[in-house]
């Protein structure tokens, strides 16, 4: 069987996430045990210009709820970003996971030529076809904000390790 669009995104989505939520569940006992507020982590971030812990999974989970629904022809839809617990991002986690999981095969698959065109804050927007667009933006994307997020529990003692990373 060849690779197709929703083999290449939902199972890759899912399994990043479901990695999450682990780091989230260790994180939480790293506190506990340490007698410590677990959303202290929150606010972590490895420089002063970077974003903050919170925004690394929402961005993250912003990234793949978009391309799911822009690859299967649907509005993106809009969710706030009021995570202030460790709880309401795990939630937001399990949301995404339950949007991904909304899709289906043919919904996704055959969009490789599609024309994805992402609006940009700053200006002129990014044009891609849907194979470019999830193997050179959401990908990518995905991966580097999930990597902040090991980073920074990791960072701070928690413990986890690769096999955490790859799920």
Known sequence: MSITMHSASAPIFLRTFSAMLVWLDKAQAHAEARKFDPNNYL???LAPDMLP??????????????????????????WDDTEATLDDLRARIRKA????????????DGTEDKEIVLPMRSG???R?????????FVLP?????????????RQAGVDIGKRDFLG
Do not use: W
């Open 128 to 136: 891609f076809t849907g194979e470019g667009y999830l193997k050179h």
């Open 124 to 126: 002129d927007p990014l």
């Open 141 to 153: 994307n995905l991966y580097f904000h999930a990597s902040m997020t090991y980073a920074l529990l």
């Open 53 to 78: 812990f919170t925004r690394q999974i929402q961005i993250a989970t912003d990234g793949v709820k978009g391309c799911m629904a822009r690859l299967a022809g649907q509005e993106v839809p809009k």
């Open 97 to 108: 996971i339950a949007y991904v999981e909304s899709f289906n095969a043919a919904q996704i």
């Open 43 to 45: 606010t972590l971030r």
